[in-house]
């Protein structure tokens, strides 16, 4: 299932599934059966696959492989990701409302977000918040989402990405459901993110954090799977 953008409004929203549906029948020209389950196991573990059955939780972890596979990994033998071979590809052929939305969508900053601030300012929407951006601790955003604007809480800590709004600078729109992490938690893994991090920029010393990010996406998720798993057994 292609990833969603939140509560957007309607024309837009509309726009986007266009889009997306699109770039997911552009996907499925790059993976096959046998490379979508071993891509299911990476990402959601190897018990995510019982015979022919998948097993993902069906909002947040099955949004967060679809856009996994657009918008971090690369293909085998591809050298680009699905989604900025999907542009080189097709952006010049897509209605200029289409071609709007993938820009912004080629722009996508996936990180771990900690809300430091909810409510919007003067010249902001009230549906706004701010977030820190936990693998760029300098770096504050600010998003507009409606959805969970309410449901997240000053340090609240998610996982998931953003895409900038069109019309505006430095506010973002989150990228499908998120779901928030116990502060606990991400004090266990923020040791493993700091270990990860230093071999990583030890040998791509010019990437960036995002580059970060999208390398240990899915290293990111068994982890923290496996912290769930260790405390629920005490």
Known sequence: RPPRSTLLPYTTLFRSK???????????????????????????????????????????????????????IKPQGESQRVIDSFAKSELAKLPPDEQDLLKVRLA????????????????????????????????????????????????SIFMGRVIPVITSDNLFHVMGAI??????LWSILSVAVGKWSKEFFTVNPNATTQDFFRSHHSRFRREIRNIVAAHSRR
Do not use: C
Request: no cysteine; charged share 25%; net charge negative.
């Open 18 to 72: 266009r889009l997306l549906d699109r770039i997911t029948r552009y996907l499925l020209t790059k993976i096959d059966g046998p490379v979508y389950i071993s891509l299911v196991k990476e990402f959601a573990g190897e018990d995510a696959v019982q015979g022919n059955t998948i097993h993902m939780d069906p909002v947040e972890e099955s949004e967060a492989f679809s856009q996994w596979m657009i918008f971090d």
């Open 108 to 155: 996508d900053r996936p990180s771990i977000y900690k809300v430091v601030k909810l409510g919007g300012e003067q010249e902001t929407p009230t549906d706004t918040y701010l977030v820190q951006d936990l693998l760029s601790p300098d770096h504050i955003i600010r998003i507009h989402d409606k959805s969970t604007s309410k449901s997240l809480q000053p340090g």
């Open 179 to 184: 779901s928030a992490y116990p502060a606990k």
